[in-house]
């Protein structure tokens, strides 16, 4: 159930605000507008969801009352998390030197930013 509503959700947000393509034309900077669109897209979503475990794992931390297996479990959810978005926001920059580099490299310069 809630696999579906995740599922649907990431499907319809990135309906309505990813910026359309043509394939058919030469132009590689609608091209490259669409992947800068959607690695955006993709990085909200994933720190919206590391932001969320946060949460959770702060929740869990406090209301642990020293029980260790909860305090464990907590702990190892607050770390996970930031390990996922630490791997999310450097996925985000190296993909941004990457389109800088291939900016200057081809001279196409993106409409966006």
Do not use: C
Not at 1 to 17: D, E, H, N, P, Q
Not at 29 to 39: A, H, L, P, R
Not at 75 to 89: D, P
């Amino acid at each position: 159930m809630r696999k579906g509503i995740y599922v649907s959700s990431f499907l319809l947000t990135a309906l309505f605000t990813a910026s359309p393509v043509y394939a058919a034309s030469a132009d590689v900077t609608k091209i490259q507008t669409f992947i800068v669109s959607v690695t955006g897209i993709l990085t909200t979503l994933a720190s919206a969801v590391a932001i969320g475990f946060f949460v959770w794992g702060g929740f869990g931390y406090i209301t642990s009352s020293g029980n260790p297996e909860h305090l464990d479990r907590s702990k190892k959810t607050i770390l996970y998390s930031a390990i996922g978005l630490a791997i999310v926001l450097g996925a985000f920059v190296l993909s941004n030197i990457v389109t800088q580099v291939a900016t200057s490299a081809f001279g196409a310069a993106p409409t966006g930013q």
